[in-house]
């Protein structure tokens, strides 16, 4: 789980247009007609953008080792899809080219995370099926002050399976949450997500042999993780409870399964864990991180801008924190960027193009830099 459950996401950014304003109707009628664009003036590292998918929560786009496909996760009530699934599709190429998403998960439970595998036959994936092939309950915000809570459900494991959604293996199998797992860069080894050690940590696990080694060890939740291009480095989002009252609701939350993700800064290590520092100190919520191509800039999604919580846009920076820069402009939501494995490209998710709705759909476009 990668991303900011996407649907609590949008559903707290409505909250708080409600909240910050008396008048809620023209705010509102303000939002649906700013998302009503593909490419915002400012955006002059765009070209070229196309939109991939139209309708329902698209998230989590990423690319194929070859840069030919996208895998991502999906939730369309109108689809008859209730929760979370993992989907691929090939990119267009050719005008006129249209972008078909095919099943890969097993259409049961809530799935989360995706990537394909280096020899591009299978892909990984977490998913809560064997738990139940329900979707799994979302948490009453109301019983926490209304805050941002985000279930770790320990029914998640991860898998992988070929092209057609066939499991051939079950990667995790720990007591616990297993998930947000993406591949060094020669397909070897597997970094996720785990609370099988009592905290939200990272591991890195060789996927031949199945041994792994923990590679964050301080108190707080410490996900989404990436390797660098180079395979050198590990970049991720972290919280660090640090006061005796975070450090207790914290503990609190975990125990009963749960997360509150509000305030995260971006992290970066070498691949071992070593050298683990803190990037970013701009407060609210920084995540989503990724190295750029060169392995040394880094591109993030951020609401630290707004002290209301929104929008959240995408930002690039030098790897000490310095140099930051914005790059996209959307109203409501740009987030989990990544660049294609040639870097040229690059896909994120947004709610532009909307029509208002509460819709978030995949973009690609050609990296200007």
């Known amino acids: 789980m990668r991303k900011l459950n996407l649907l609590l996401v949008i559903s707290v950014l409505s909250a708080l247009v409600l909240s910050f304003t008396k008048n809620t109707k023209p705010v509102i009628e303000q939002v649906q007609q700013t998302?009503?664009?593909i490419l915002y003036p400012d955006e002059k590292h765009f070209k070229n953008i196309q939109q991939l998918t139209f309708g329902g929560d698209n998230a989590e786009a990423y690319f194929s080792y070859d840069g030919e496909w996208l895998i991502f996760q999906k939730t369309y009530a109108k689809e008859g899809i209730p929760c979370d699934q993992m989907y691929i599709g090939k990119i267009p190429t050719k005008a006129g080219e249209k972008?078909?998403?095919?099943?890969?998960?097993?259409?049961k439970g809530r799935t989360t995370c995706g990537a394909f595998t280096k020899d591009g036959k299978h892909v990984i994936y977490a998913s809560t099926h064997l738990g139940s092939g329900d979707c799994p309950?979302?948490?009453?915000?109301?019983?926490?002050?209304?805050?941002?809570?985000?279930?770790?459900?320990?029914?998640?494991?991860?898998?992988?399976?070929?092209?057609n959604g066939k499991i051939v293996k079950q990667l995790t199998n720990s007591k616990g949450y297993d998930a947000e797992a993406t591949l060094s860069p020669d397909g070897k080894?597997?970094?996720?997500?785990?609370?099988?050690?009592?905290?939200i940590d990272m591991y890195v696990m060789d996927l031949k042999t199945g041994k792994e080694k923990k590679v964050t060890n301080l108190l707080g939740y410490d996900g989404g993780g990436w390797f660098s291009p180079d395979g050198k480095k590990i970049i991720w989002r972290a919280s660090r409870p640090k006061t005796e009252a975070e450090m207790k609701e914290y503990k609190e939350l975990l125990a009963q399964g749960l997360v509150a993700p509000t305030n995260m800064e971006v992290w970066v290590a070498n691949a071992d864990g070593s050298n683990a520092k803190q990037v970013s100190s701009f407060g609210q919520a920084n995540w989503a991180p990724a190295y750029m191509p060169d392995s040394k800039r880094i591109i993030f999604a951020s609401n630290h801008e707004y002290k209301r919580g929104f929008p959240f846009n995408l930002y690039t920076m030098n790897e000490d924190g310095t140099n930051l820069i914005k790059i996209s402009r959307d109203k409501g939501f740009d987030a989990f960027p990544m660049f294609s494995p040639d870097g040229k490209k690059i896909v994120f998710c947004s709610n532009r193009n909307n029509g208002g709705t509460r819709d978030t759909n995949i973009?690609?476009?050609?990296?200007?830099?």
Request: hydrophobic residues 35%; charged residues 25%.
């Open 35 to 37: 998302n009503d664009t």
């Open 99 to 107: 972008f078909v998403p095919k099943l890969v998960s097993t259409g």
């Open 137 to 163: 309950p979302v948490p009453d915000r109301a019983k926490y002050g209304n805050k941002y809570i985000w279930p770790l459900y320990d029914s998640y494991d991860i898998f992988m399976a070929d092209l």
């Open 189 to 199: 080894k597997m970094l996720y997500t785990s609370t099988k050690d009592g905290d």
């Open 363 to 369: 973009f690609i476009a050609d990296w200007v830099e």
